[in-house]
């Protein structure tokens, strides 16, 4: 049985920052990725990580989100600074083949 718990999501201000996490469990996998959702939008791609270190971004956050993992605990994390509002969404923590977590609601405010 395949889990993913995201935490971390909330609510700042433009410019600034906050770290997602997904805890996984049930399988290795190797690649975890991050997509979002926002108000009226399809869900689009944020940024991978496979088990090996590479690494994969959208390029709306390019220079502002780091994707990192611990292999160890089956676990990703997402770094975003320089938030902006048009970075409001859900945000899904997303294994193959398709699974997906309950999403985090980040809230960026001008």
């Known amino acids: 049985q395949v889990q993913l718990v995201e935490s971390g999501g909330g609510s700042v201000q433009t410019g600034g920052s906050l770290k997602l996490s997904c805890a996984a469990s049930?399988?290795?996998?190797?690649?975890m990725g991050w997509y979002r959702q926002g108000p009226g939008k399809q869900r689009e791609f944020v940024a991978s990580?496979?088990?090996?270190?590479?690494?994969s971004y959208a390029d709306s956050v390019k220079g502002r989100f780091t994707i990192s993992s611990d292999n160890a605990k089956n676990t990703v994390y997402l770094q975003m600074n320089t938030l902006k509002p048009e970075d409001t969404a859900v945000y899904y923590c997303?294994?193959?083949?398709?699974?997906w977590g309950q999403g985090t609601q980040v809230t960026i405010s001008s």
């Open positions: 997303s294994v193959p083949p398709g699974y």
């Open positions: 049930g399988s290795i996998f190797s690649i």
């Open positions: 990580i496979t088990n090996g270190g590479r690494t």
